[in-house]
């Protein structure tokens, strides 16, 4: 359940507002932060991807002794404090190198946590690909290829896969402009091993990689353009380390869809292309013999089985001879 704060004033009582559940919510807002230890890779990757979701997303450049596995409580207050429901923390340490943890929230509490580990010889950053920049505000297409992410079964994959999708998501809308698609971001994974996925180390573990490409479309002497793709940054290869699977009551309360606006639909009934309302009604088997009809002496049964008494009745009636009247006698 909610936890519901009476308002103390009208300032308060805005603020409120402008935070409680919506039936279209807010662009999720992501925030990043850094731990007391991170290399300056691991830096210029959290700035690349903050520059990708520049619009809704802030930065804080302090250090933070914060362990989000062992006790995510600092998370949790970021969280309310900011008002984002996305976290991204990067942290260096000698055991897990290079690490980026994305943790998302409901209620301002933690929902889920998946650790990235970046490989650092493979990384190359945005400053580094001499192409046109995708402008602010702008959605990608997403491209996710791998047997990996497929998994009928909730793993590792899926959540990296969900969690991305909310990152670059971006606002929602029911249109898009065709030129509003500037960039596109592809994610593979490799094909996952027996004793990739039964080993507990990290560096074993299939390779997640990240490119986004910039898409250019040009003349093709045709209806439809030439479409090309080339590469802008970041160039990322993660591999999946921990993970913090949601809470089964929580998860159902944050994935409950409001029905304001929305119609429920009634069993056996319809409308037709006139706009009139037909319904249906299903009864049992009926006997017809005792259906009640319009009562006509005509139509009585009772008059067809008793018909040839009746006459016969009437013709012994007919023979029967009349009685003769006696005559009036008058004494003289």
Known sequence: ????????????????????????????????????????????ALGDLHALRQVHAKRFHKKNPVHPFEDSSSLAFFSEKNDCSLLLFASSSKKRPNTITFARTFDYKILDMLEFSLDAESFRGISQFKTEKIPLGTRPLMVFAGTAFESPVPNAFTMAKSMLLDFFRGEITDKIDVEGLRYCVVVTADEPTESATAADDPASRPVLRLRVYSIRTQRSGQKLPRVELEEHGPRMDFRLGRTQEPDEAMLKEAMRVPRNGVERTKKNIKTDIMGDKIGRIHTGKIDLSDLQTRKMKGLKRERDQGGLDDEATVADEVEEPRRKRKAKTVDI
């Open 1 to 44: 359940m909610l936890r519901q704060i009476k308002p103390r004033n009208a300032r308060s009582k805005r603020a409120l507002e402008k935070r409680a559940p919506k039936a279209v919510e807010n662009p999720k807002t992501a925030l990043f932060l850094r731990g007391t230890t991170c290399s300056q890779i691991l830096q210029d």
